[in-house]
């Protein structure tokens, strides 16, 4: 087994039914959450607070996705509540390792994420500092785009370099992973695995998580 992990984003949940929603996906590995803040990206979606009581109620961990401004003052606050991870955008962030380190002291894993346009080599050397690394495959801001199969080169570079030096980082893919796309990024290197629309677009969310878990594997 390579671990694989499933981590269905509930921005394609219905959020006036989140406590249901979550018990859909109690076969996941971690329920991945997207905090956007209307400024890092052009979309607005929830805070701490609301955070905070999916935290309350959620079969699985939480996979915190920051798509924040800021993230070296907010970011503290979602580990502080209990999220088994958090990741904050590389483009955003002042400090990221003092960031990762302070994430890691509270308890959290650390993530840093980058978006597509954004070369992972200034990671290189401080991929050790961080628990998961975060490549996203769409634009961030919305779920239901297509997978950029042009971020699979930056993927792969940093998937070997993690090998060759013995890293147990994770490396996460975000966007557009679908029954079809995700065996791309698992040839890349990927891991971890976020996924909106492909799993809560379904009839049968377990076996839509079952289903990629299945083609991630292979
Ligand atoms: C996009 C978010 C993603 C989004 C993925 O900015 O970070 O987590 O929910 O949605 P799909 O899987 O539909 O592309
Ligand atoms: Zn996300």
């Known amino acids: 087994d390579r671990g694989v992990r499933i981590n269905p984003s509930i921005l394609a949940a219905d959020f006036v039914n989140m406590q249901a929603e979550l018990a859909r996906i109690a076969s996941a590995d971690f329920v991945h959450v997207d905090v956007m803040d209307n400024h890092f990206v052009p979309n607005l979606t929830f805070g701490p607070q609301m955070v905070g009581r999916i935290q309350d109620v959620s079969p699985v961990p939480l996979d915190v996705h920051l798509m924040i401004d800021d993230p070296d003052r907010w970011a503290p606050e979602y580990a502080e509540l209990g999220a088994a ?51 996203m495959t769409v634009e961030p801001g919305f779920g239901g785009q297509s997978f950029l199969h042009g971020t699979m080169p930056k993927l792969r570079d940093l998937a070997r370099h993690a090998r060759k030096r013995g890293s147990a980082v994770w490396l996460q893919v975000d966007g557009g992973i679908s029954d079809s796309t995700i065996e791309y990024a698992a040839q890349a290197g990927a891991d971890t695995f976020v996924a909106g629309s492909a799993v809560f677009g379904s009839d049968d969310p377990a076996a839509a998580i079952a289903r990629l878990r299945a083609e991630a594997s292979r």
């Open 85 to 135: 991870s958090v990741t904050f955008h590389l483009e955003a962030a002042k400090d990221a390792v003092a960031l990762a380190r302070r994430l890691r002291s509270i308890g959290a894993r650390a993530g840093v994420a980058v978006k597509p346009d954004t070369p992972v080599a200034p990671l290189f050397d401080i991929v050790d500092e961080f628990d998961q690394i975060l490549v």
